[in-house]
């Protein structure tokens, strides 16, 4: 069974016309997230990976677990208020009106080697704050790397079009 299948889609949620892809049935399926898992360590097992960043919050659920079997720190990327230690943070456009998200000060340090992951990519304004966050921190972002990405929203190609290396391990196409 792929990692695809495992994923519901919930139609009209939260909004009207919206096609919510739910990645819980994957994380409760023990060989599903074993997949998911696995799929990313083997992408990255011979890059050299200092930081896993995870954005809030199911990028943590598989960001963590990945640092871990990368012998790699894990850090969070969390919404505006959430840490509690001194942060920097970026805005980032939302559909309707701003967001802002933030990491400690200290969590990447200079040079290095980062991979950020999130559960999906869709218009890609979250991850793109975060990789201004590893980059402002000093860091070098290696690749985004995301469970599900949905091509027809945009995200993924304007991220690739500013020179980001992006994987996805499926994608959802409208």
Request: glycine share 10%.
């Amino acid at each position: 069974m792929s990692i695809k299948s495992r994923i519901r889609t919930i139609p009209h949620y939260p909004h009207e016309g919206i096609m919510f892809r739910d990645i819980t049935t994957l994380l409760k399926d023990p060989a599903g997230l074993r997949s998911t898992i696995d799929g990313i360590v083997q992408r990255y097992q011979t890059e050299k990976i200092d930081k896993v960043v995870g954005i809030e919050s199911r990028g943590f659920i598989i960001a963590a677990p990945v640092a871990y079997a990368l012998s790699a720190g894990f850090v969070p990327v969390r919404k505006q208020g959430k840490l509690p230690a001194e942060t920097i943070g970026c805005d980032y456009q939302l559909e309707y009106g701003y967001d802002k998200v933030e990491i400690h000060v200290d969590a990447i340090d200079k040079g290095d080697r980062v991979l950020l992951i999130d559960d999906l990519i869709a218009t890609g304004g979250t991850m793109e704050a975060a990789i201004k966050l590893v980059q402002e921190a000093g860091g070098e972002v290696i690749e985004c790397c995301f469970v599900i990405d949905l091509p027809d929203i945009g995200g993924s190609r304007r991220l690739r079009q500013q020179g980001h290396r992006l994987f996805s391990l499926c994608s959802f196409e409208d």
